[in-house]
């Protein structure tokens, strides 16, 4: 026993001390990582809300907590739960740069149903193609544009500090869109979105 404390003192540990302190934690974060990672749950429906400003956590709470009226367990693993990825599109900042790829792969793999967003993401959903008419389903739309929802002095949206402009002296429109998508199985998504847009506007 002496033999070995002396060998793990004097020359183990002497020589390979920092090796084995990165190696105890590189086991421990891939411990803590398999743990979250088989624990989590997948969120019965989850949107986007893509700006160029940053939107709070009470923000996101704020608009996310309506889904309680028209959501469900729709992935029956016995708990409703709702998820929003609100992106900061700044492209001047790194978190911007990884945003916007991450707002690419949402959109063209068609991963969520509704998009809320401002002026400045607008020219993404200008052409119109894939995305419900909501002119249709009675919501107050852009000019020429009946797939996108105006979003203006909505009580909800005040309250989450989304209409606010960038320098903060006048209101900021957002606007919506919802994918249209020939996939059935996300067809209850698809219905859910209009549902909660619906909330969204007549949310006192």
């Not at 020359?11 to 990672?37: C, E, P, Q, R």
């Amino acid at each position: 026993m002496e033999r070995f404390k002396h060998w793990f003192t004097n020359s183990y540990w002497y020589h390979y001390k920092v090796h084995t302190i990165v190696g105890i934690l590189a086991v421990i974060i891939l411990v803590f990582m398999i743990n979250d990672f088989a624990n989590r749950r997948e969120a019965d429906y989850s949107y986007v809300i893509a700006t160029n400003l940053p939107v709070t956590t009470e923000s996101v709470a704020e608009i996310t907590n309506l889904f309680a009226e028209v959501g469900s367990d729709t992935n029956a693993d016995g708990v409703a739960d709702y998820y929003c990825d609100a992106l900061y599109m700044d492209p001047n900042s790194e978190m911007g740069m990884v945003n916007i790829q991450k707002f690419t792969v949402c959109f063209l793999e068609d991963l969520k149903s509704l998009y809320l967003f401002d002026d400045y993401m607008g020219a993404q959903f200008e052409e119109g193609e894939g995305f419900i008419n909501l002119q249709e389903l009675g919501f107050k739309t852009k000019e020429n544009a009946p797939w996108i929802a105006v979003l203006e002095n909505l009580p909800i949206l005040i309250r989450a500090g989304l209409n606010v402009s960038v320098d903060f002296e006048e209101k900021r429109v957002m606007y919506a869109c919802i994918r249209a998508t020939n996939n059935e199985d996300n067809q209850p998504n698809r219905e859910m979105s209009a549902k909660f847009l619906k909330l969204i506007y007549d949310t006192k």
